[in-house]
């Protein structure tokens, strides 16, 4: 399955950008999500029309960032109109509203149908409240190497009974994902109905992709390629992830299982171990640690290592 580019499309009338959505999109950047917002995404020469057709067609959810300039515009009509068109065919709820110094009574005016989407209501300087909004709202949140600290130096200390039960979870993980992708991959490679590239078959595989991450509990932000793998590697990946979570990994066998998972199954690591889905980790230092805790969590006997690479998590 193709891998949704962007976190957020932001949508938006340009007399809002100074006070308000310019900030809106460099703070959520600045948090590590993708933003598609016309600022950052589109170059000197690139067609507005695409731009904005491929940005709300790989994003994950529209914020629309409703104002009495909004209002005004046939452009964000438009774009509202594909996001609900969206809605509609994935059958999900991707829209989600902000409404800028407006009132119940000026959105419904405008559209009856965004009245009785969930909303937050906000002033310009209100950056924060729209940003933890849609965290709640999303599930999407991008993990810090704080976070991921404690959630090694705490799957360090799990008693046995614990211990176990994470790795009933994982393994769950393991047989959801690689299930999914078997599936996913024999519908896709049956079906002729896609020899064409048009759009309405991309909104075809989008649908039947979500119809069944949600099926096999998969949650967004997870890296999944549609394509079976051998059973004996997947295996041998759920034996190496039970010494792993049990402390009885080698040093080889650590290595072992992160290159059989990142390179061999090309799977989300980040998630099969964690629990965490591997668009949550945007920096270069978050997912070093996350490859360290391979090591800290699963290898008892760490004297084989440089005095360089004895990092304490």
């Known amino acids: ?53 491929k940005g709300i067609k790989n994003s994950l959810y529209g914020i629309i960032i409703l104002s009495k300039n909004f209002f005004k515009k046939s452009w964000t009509k438009k774009e509202l109109e594909a996001l609900l068109n969206k809605e509609i065919i994935l059958n999900e709820t991707l829209i ?7 009132t119940p009574k000026e959105v419904y005016n405008f559209s009856p149908l965004l009245v009785d989407k969930l909303a937050v209501s906000v002033k310009p ?29 705490s799957l360090k200390r799990l008693s046995e009974n614990k211990q176990t039960k994470y790795f009933l979870d994982l393994e769950n993980r393991i047989k959801s994902i690689f299930l999914f992708q078997e599936e996913y991959h024999n519908w896709y490679t049956s079906d002729d109905l896609f020899e064409n590239e048009e759009e309405w078959d991309d909104l075809l595989v989008d649908l039947k992709g979500k119809k069944l991450q949600s099926e096999y509990g998969i949650p967004n932000g997870v890296w999944i390629v549609p394509e079976p793998f051998p059973e004996n590697e997947i295996q041998r990946a759920v034996k190496l992830c039970k010494k792993w979570i049990f402390g009885e990994l080698t040093i080889k066998e650590a290595t072992e299982l992160h290159f059989l998972l990142e390179e061999q199954l090309d799977t989300d690591l980040f998630y099969i171990l964690y629990a965490i889905p591997h668009s949550f980790i945007k920096e270069r230092k978050a997912y070093d640690i996350l490859i360290y805790g391979i090591i800290e969590i699963g290898v008892k006997e760490k004297k084989s290592l440089p005095p360089s690479e004895k990092k304490n998590c």
Do not use: C
Not at 17 to 23: C, G, I, L
Not at 133 to 152: F, N, R
């Open 1 to 53: 399955m193709k891998e949704n580019k962007y976190d957020f499309f932001i949508s938006h009338a340009s007399e809002d950008k100074p006070e308000f959505v310019r900030p809106l999109a460099e703070e959520l950047t600045n948090r590590g999500y993708n933003i598609w917002y016309d600022e950052f995404s589109l170059g000197l020469g690139d067609s507005l029309v695409e731009g904005i057709s």
């Open 125 to 153: 300087s209100e950056l924060s409240k729209v940003i933890n909004s849609i965290e709640k709202k999303t599930g999407i949140s991008v993990k810090s190497k704080e976070q991921l600290i404690q959630k090694i130096n």
């Open 96 to 102: 989600l509203p902000v409404w800028l110094d407006v």
